[in-house]
């Protein structure tokens, strides 16, 4: 059965960079057939899809968070990282990382860890 | 990019069926079939219930069944359970550069 768990700081200080880490098992992160995803969700409120990346390093993000992401891929360790960068208090967070097809539609998230919270505070 | 437009509440008598919907534009649940659906219970990470607007992974409960018309994709609860209340969003591929859009979020209640 796959298995993501996020881990990293749980505090991270305004204009800083968050790090987040999400170690796969149960499966390899080297396969071809899908992209890993990060997630996140404010308290109370709905989703946002922050980027992917595939197994070759590709990445691809969301614009909306204007270029302050990064997204990095270790196969050896069989995890993936998520740096943000330049953070505010609206990037207070519960933090997912999800994997998604890379064939078909690709549109969705099947596995997801259980996330972990970063609050942004001084 | 604006998220998907969900009803806050829907709430039902357990056995009773009940619809969310999801409404966006032709760059998105109109214009793909790549509409997903997931239920999130207090404290739990979201789980996939419906994916490419009406197929169900392994395990999911048939008693859950998505379509879509237009630019509104829907998700229908049917026989309605205690275990089911939790939030719902769904979410879509757009074309508008976020690449992937989830909606506001609904609450289900079974009274």
């Known amino acids: 059965q796959l298995q993501l768990q996020e881990s990293g700081p749980g505090l991270v200080k305004p204009s800083e960079t968050l790090s987040l880490t999400c170690s796969v098992s149960?499966?390899?992160?080297?396969?071809?057939?899908?992209?890993w995803g990060w997630i996140r969700q404010p308290p109370g409120k709905g989703l946002e899809w922050i980027g992917s990346?595939?197994?070759?390093?590709?990445?691809y993000d969301n614009p909306s968070l204007r270029g302050r992401v990064t997204i990095s891929i270790d196969t050896s360790k069989n995890q993936y990282s998520l740096k943000l960068s330049s953070v505010t208090a609206a990037d207070t967070a519960l933090y997912y990382c999800a994997r998604h097809p890379a064939t078909g539609s690709g549109s969705y998230f099947e596995y997801w860890g259980q996330g972990t919270l970063v609050t942004v505070s001084s | 990019q604006s998220a998907l437009t969900q009803p806050a509440s829907v709430s039902g008598s357990p056995g009773q069926s009940i619809t969310i919907s999801c409404t966006g534009s032709?760059?998105?649940?109109?214009?793909?079939?790549?509409v997903s659906w997931y239920q999130q219970h207090p404290g739990k990470a979201p789980k996939l219930m419906i994916y490419d607007v009406s197929n169900r992974p392994s395990g999911v409960s048939n008693r859950f069944s998505g379509s879509k018309s237009g630019n509104t994709a829907s998700l229908t609860i049917s026989g309605l359970q205690a275990e089911d209340e939790a939030d719902y969003y769904c979410s879509s591929y757009t074309n508008s550069g976020t690449l992937y859009v989830f909606g506001t979020g609904t609450k289900v209640t079974v009274l």
């Open positions: 149960g499966g390899s992160i080297s396969s071809s057939s899908y992209y």
């Open positions: 032709s760059s998105d649940v109109g214009g793909y079939n790549y």
């Open positions: 990346v595939y197994f070759s390093g590709n990445t």
